[in-house]
T-cell receptor, first 110, second 115 residues
Framework: GDSVTQMEGPVTLSEEAFLTINCTYTATGYPSLFWYVQYPGEGLQLLLKATKADDKGSNKGFEATYRKETTSFHLEKGSVQVSDSAVYFCAQRGFQKLVFGTGTRLLVSP | NAGVTQTPKFQVLKTGQSMTLQCAQDMNHEYMSWYRQDPGMGLRLIHYSVGAGITDQGEVPNGYNVSRSTTEDFPLRLLSAAPSQTSVYFC??????????????FGEGSWLTVV
């Protein structure tokens, strides 16, 4: 069935470091792909999305490119801030639902 | 425009009690759903609805009931709470019935503890 695999965390970085969080998916078709972010004690917010191969989603300095050939949607940011500390979820939209990865916690220290 | 509103935000229940988590959206979305979030397991779909009067089961429906009498509201009922239902619950909604790039919007979550 459809699934999403994310790298396990926590990912611990210093401020201004480069961030990559890996995400791969398995699907029967070509799903839309999403990254959601969850700040402590809050709900999920859409960070970015891509709906077809080679699309690049971007928001708040984060980017992810829909790679059909490697079935991946890795999240990147060139320079992280303390305020980016959160849990990041990769997801694909299949029939009637989102399929989520298990989440990756990012901890950024000053 | 409030988006997706869930209540209550926090609740403690005793085993065997019943309760209803409320969810309302003001975006005229056809699709609404409930997820639960557990450590190390991401979010899992409990039930969903593609319109008023239509509901269906997700991955983990046991112990939960839903109904959709209006477009705006999609309550989740726990008939007899069990400790295994301790979790964070998220309601979500979107325009599209059958997938695609339409964004699914989430409520702020309901933290439920069953003792």
């Amino acid at each position: 069935g459809d699934s999403v695999t994310q790298m396990e965390g926590p990912v611990t970085l210093s401020e201004e470091a480069f961030l990559t969080i890996n995400c791969t998916y398995t699907a029967t078709g070509y799903p839309s792909l999403f990254w959601y972010v969850q700040y402590p004690g809050e709900g999920l917010q859409l960070l970015l999305k891509a709906t077809k191969a080679d699309d690049k989603g971007s928001n708040k300095g984060f980017e992810a490119t829909y790679r059909k050939e490697t079935t991946s949607f890795h999240l990147e940011k060139g320079s992280v801030q303390v305020s980016d500390s959160a849990v990041y979820f990769c997801a694909q939209r299949g029939f009637q639902k989102l399929v989520f990865g298990t989440g990756t916690r990012l901890l950024v220290s000053p | 425009n409030a988006g997706v509103t869930q209540t209550p935000k926090f609740q403690v229940l005793k085993t065997g009690q019943s309760m209803t988590l409320q969810c309302a959206q003001d975006m005229n979305h056809e699709y609404m759903s409930w997820y639960r979030q557990d450590p190390g397991m991401g979010l899992r779909l409990i039930h969903y609805s593609v319109g008023a009067g239509i509901t269906d089961q997700g991955e983990v429906p046991n112990g939960y009931n839903v109904s959709r009498s209006t477009t705006e509201d999609f309550p989740l009922r726990l008939l007899s709470a069990a400790p295994s239902q301790t979790s964070v619950y998220f309601c979500a909604s979107s325009y599209s019935r059958t997938g695609g790039g339409n964004t699914i919007y989430f409520g702020e979550g309901s933290w439920l503890t069953v003792v």
